[in-house]
């Protein structure tokens, strides 16, 4: 199945901003806010969930808005330069500096940016393919992006080895790259990608949107699967997200300095973005054959037994074979729920409806690092954090089971 040239420039803006997702999200921030005196890693947490309200607070807004024609593209690019040049100071701010509370500012700025934008790139999913292809491209996306941030990813660890582990200037040097590697790959989606479903203008453009808003929000639940749907997700999902902006930090509480070899980790998350590639493409394929809903099962179903292993992690070895366990689950996980998603909305407000995806996959985020933060603090041990986000996975999995299995009754139930 060829892609189109505009499906390849989406595509592409998956590879860009999967940059930062490994290495600001996942791998470099996490090390280098440890670096400043005062802190603790899994505070990390806190913040990280800081974020993820006041994204969840802006989605359904800046998308009800945004379903206006040729209001698309114009938010997208915004929160785009948001997050880059966010992304872009960081290179600026020293832990010599002891500016950490400048540099949390600046991450949720970025998380605000990276967050923002994929919500108008994840709603122009719908307009630039179609339903029978949404799988395949959804997929396609993640999994390119997975691989081909191991080339910025790859070329900033090469820069930490020469640097020096334990200095601060290569991880520095690490976030400029991840920048100019997001800029540079966003400007085909700014080029080539068009928004084709739209709602047209009208008088008081702004009062209006709330107003759609509100009835949306009102009469959500006669959306029998779009709602079924968004509260499984908004379980499942947030078991994801938090392994992937605590896995650092978890890894580090629960190793020690002793046990831990950073580069090693690093490493690791390297082989998980390559190990993602194949098995992202693999579940879109086989979500084709045997349902993107029973892909999305197996890949909840891989998560909880993660995370029971990771309960009993004490090598880096271990790490290793976990990571491979979560890098064959992840990218397809995220990306069939994407799809399905698409797939089950009106696609002229796709962009109200991907609002309300993003709205509930944030406040989602907030819960996880926020409960593994908490239960590190009260039981003093690491260790323990990880199993706090099991119930979630198996929520999720339990409301994601009464959907129907019929794709035909998918469509039947959209209002």
């Given at each position: 199945?060829?892609?189109?040239?505009?499906?390849?420039?989406?595509?592409?803006?998956?590879?860009?901003?999967?940059?930062?997702?490994?290495?600001?999200?996942?791998?470099?921030?996490?090390?280098?806010?440890?670096?400043?005196?005062?802190?603790?890693?899994?505070?990390?947490?806190?913040?990280?969930?800081?974020?993820?309200?006041?994204?969840?607070?802006?989605?359904?807004?800046?998308?009800?808005?945004?379903?206006?024609?040729?209001?698309?593209?114009?938010?997208?690019?915004?929160?785009?330069?948001?997050?880059?040049?966010?992304?872009?100071?960081?290179?600026?701010?020293?832990?010599?500096?002891?500016?950490?509370?400048?540099?949390?500012?600046?991450?949720?700025?970025?998380?605000?940016?990276?967050?923002?934008?994929?919500?108008?790139?994840?709603?122009?999913?719908?307009?630039?393919?179609?339903?029978?292809?949404?799988?395949?491209?959804?997929?396609?996306?993640?999994?390119?992006?997975?691989?081909?941030?191991?080339?910025?990813?790859?070329?900033?660890?090469?820069?930490?080895?020469?640097?020096?582990?334990?200095?601060?200037?290569?991880?520095?040097?690490?976030?400029?790259?991840?920048?100019?590697?997001?800029?540079?790959l966003t400007i085909p989606m700014i080029?080539?990608?068009?928004?084709?479903?739209?709602?047209?203008?009208?008088?008081?453009?702004?009062?209006?949107?709330?107003?759609?808003?509100?009835?949306?929000?009102?009469?959500?639940?006669?959306?029998?699967?779009?709602?079924?749907?968004?509260?499984?997700?908004?379980?499942?999902?947030?078991?994801?997200?938090?392994?992937?902006k605590m896995v650092v930090p978890y890894?580090?509480?629960?190793?020690?300095?002793?046990?831990?070899?950073?580069?090693?980790?690093?490493?690791?998350?390297?082989?998980?973005?390559?190990?993602?590639?194949?098995?992202?493409?693999?579940?879109?394929?086989?979500?084709?054959?045997?349902?993107?809903?029973?892909?999305?099962?197996?890949?909840?179903?891989?998560?909880?037994?993660?995370?029971?292993?990771?309960?009993?992690?004490?090598?880096?070895?271990?790490?290793?074979?976990?990571?491979?366990?979560?890098?064959?689950?992840?990218?397809?996980?995220?990306?069939?729920?994407?799809?399905?998603?698409?797939?089950?909305?009106?696609?002229?407000?796709?962009?109200?409806?991907?609002?309300?995806?993003?709205?509930?996959?944030?406040?989602?985020?907030?819960?996880?690092?926020?409960?593994?933060?908490?239960?590190?603090?009260?039981?003093?041990?690491?260790?323990?954090?990880?199993?706090?986000?099991?119930?979630?996975?198996?929520?999720g999995l339990i409301v994601f089971l009464?959907?129907?299995?019929?794709?035909?009754?998918?469509?039947?139930?959209?209002?």
């Amino acid at each position: 199945m060829k892609l189109t040239k505009e499906e390849k420039s989406w595509i592409l803006y998956d590879c860009g901003n999967s940059a930062y997702s490994i290495a600001i999200t996942t791998a470099l921030f996490p090390i280098v806010f440890g670096m400043f005196q005062g802190v603790d890693n899994m505070d990390l947490g806190y913040f990280n969930s800081l974020a993820s309200i006041l994204v969840a607070v802006l989605s359904p807004i800046l998308g009800a808005f945004a379903d206006y024609k040729d209001k698309k593209k114009r938010f997208f690019t915004f929160f785009a330069l948001v997050g880059i040049i966010s992304t872009l100071s960081f290179t600026f701010i020293s832990p010599d500096s002891g500016q950490w509370q400048l540099l949390i500012v600046m991450y949720i700025l970025s998380c605000i940016g990276f967050a923002g934008a994929n919500i108008f790139y994840d709603s122009f999913l719908v307009d630039v393919t179609t339903d029978e292809k949404m799988d395949k491209v959804s997929s396609s996306g993640f999994a390119f992006g997975y691989i081909s941030s191991v080339i910025p990813f790859g070329i900033s660890l090469a820069v930490i080895l020469i640097m020096g582990m334990d200095a601060a200037i290569g991880y520095q040097i690490g976030f400029c790259i991840t920048a100019l590697w997001w800029g540079l790959l966003t400007i085909p989606m700014i080029k080539d990608v068009k928004q084709r479903h739209y709602i047209e203008p009208e008088p008081n453009p702004i009062g209006n949107s709330f107003k759609r808003l509100g009835q949306t929000f009102l009469n959500i639940k006669d959306y029998k699967i779009v709602f079924m749907f968004l509260i499984a997700y908004f379980c499942y999902i947030d078991g994801v997200d938090t392994i992937i902006k605590m896995v650092v930090p978890y890894a580090t509480s629960v190793l020690g300095s002793d046990g831990l070899n950073t580069f090693m980790l690093l490493a690791i998350l390297l082989v998980i973005q390559i190990v993602a590639f194949p098995f992202a493409l693999l579940y879109g394929s086989l979500a084709k054959k045997y349902s993107t809903r029973a892909l999305i099962i197996v890949g909840i179903t891989t998560y909880v037994i993660a995370c029971i292993a990771a309960f009993f992690i004490s090598e880096m070895w271990h790490i290793f074979i976990l990571g491979i366990m979560i890098g064959s689950a992840q990218g397809g996980i995220q990306a069939l729920s994407r799809s399905y998603y698409g797939k089950i909305i009106p696609k002229e407000r796709s962009n109200e409806f991907f609002g309300f995806y993003n709205i509930f996959g944030k406040f989602a985020a907030i819960i996880g690092p926020f409960l593994m933060a908490l239960t590190t603090t009260i039981t003093g041990d690491a260790r323990y954090s990880i199993l706090s986000i099991i119930p979630l996975f198996i929520i999720g999995l339990i409301v994601f089971l009464m959907l129907p299995k019929d794709a035909h009754d998918q469509t039947k139930l959209v209002r």
